[in-house]
């Protein structure tokens, strides 16, 4: 890839970046002449909540959202990165290969403005950024399925080894799901939730349920290949899948408080930084370690890929909090 692509891609990050931000600043309604005391004003003025939401299920109904909006960025920083180092890999041979970056960081930006945002309305640009980035995730597999199959031998282990990874738009597809379902809950009334014609939680923990079950089975396929050299390598493929059944189960069940689904998640939570910091070490121990960087980050184990456990564990947990709440 040469250095004008390079700045090219670099540019056009930085004008999307610039574009977000704008977009999703608040509306301000100063005249001309205090547009400038305002905007200090609203710098150092702390968010202003409505008396309606003093009231604790309207506070969970909120901070189950401004949770799914955090876990959306964390997934989509994963997302950003990984398919910055292996589109850059890749030279960027299709122009739709830049897709993803602009995507992800859009989400990126979204569930960061989202998770300071109290208001118990959807925010429109935010809602249309997660959408696009569903659908750009489920656009990104469509080329990653024709990238295996046009190989030769077609389906194949081989292939699904070395060719374009299956699971990484759906990681995309997963971080626009969980920014839309969380614009959508609060649009929903306060005191009884619905998504998808059930309840909020319910819905929720089915939902992140189902993304720890793929997250898990695309880590077993390149552990897998890796011939869980290390023991830690079986703790991805053994520790989420539990805690997706457990929250599954809680989902289904009839609500209650339960402590063990709660620990399992956070659990999950934890391994996701643990793994990133096993793959720092993987890294480390190539020849060169961390002084080769510019080579052993794409020969290494993938960096940003942990991570994603995290942020669905985070969601996990909030849709858990709010499925407790329900009768």
Not at 80 to 87: N, P
Not at 143 to 160: A, E, M
Request: hydrophobic share 50%; charged share 15%.
């Amino acid at each position: 890839m040469t250095s004008q692509r390079l700045a090219g891609l670099l540019y056009a990050v930085a004008g999307v970046t610039a574009v977000a931000a704008l977009a999703l600043r608040p509306a301000k309604h100063e005249t001309a002449g205090t547009q400038e005391i305002g905007a200090i004003r609203d710098a150092f003025a702390r968010p202003v909540r409505s008396p309606a939401l003093r009231t604790p299920r309207v506070r969970a109904h909120i901070a189950a959202a401004q949770r799914f909006n955090h876990s959306s960025a964390l997934l989509a920083l994963s997302v950003l990165a990984d398919s910055a180092m292996e589109h850059y890999r890749g030279s960027f041979d299709n122009p739709a290969m830049f897709t993803p970056l602009v995507s992800g960081t859009l989400s990126l930006l979204a569930g960061l403005h989202g998770g300071r945002d109290h208001r118990q309305q959807t925010h429109q640009v935010r809602h249309a950024i997660y959408l696009a980035a569903a659908a750009a995730g489920i656009a990104g597999t469509g080329f990653h399925l024709y990238n295996v199959t046009k190989r030769p031998g077609g389906w194949s282990w081989n292939n699904l080894f070395h060719a374009a990874p299956l699971g990484a738009p759906m990681a995309l597809l997963l971080s626009g799901a969980l920014g839309a379902v969380a614009e959508q809950l609060r649009d929903e009334p306060t005191h009884d939730p619905q998504l998808f014609g059930t309840q909020a939680g319910r819905a929720l923990g089915l939902l992140v349920s189902a993304g720890l079950i793929g997250t898990a089975g695309e880590a077993a396929l390149l552990h897998f290949r890796g011939a869980f050299q290390h023991r830690a390598m079986y703790a991805p493929v053994s520790v989420p899948p539990l805690a997706a059944v457990l929250l599954a189960q809680a989902a289904l069940a009839v609500p209650r408080e339960r402590w063990f689904t709660r620990f399992w998640l956070r659990a999950t939570t934890a391994l996701g930084f643990v793994g990133a910091g096993f793959h720092a070490r993987g890294i480390a121990r190539r020849q060169g370690g961390w002084r080769n960087w510019s080579q052993n980050i794409f020969s290494g184990p993938p960096l940003p890929a942990p991570p994603s456990f995290s942020a669905l564990a985070l969601a996990g947990l909030a849709a858990l909090r709010l499925r407790e709440r329900e009768t």
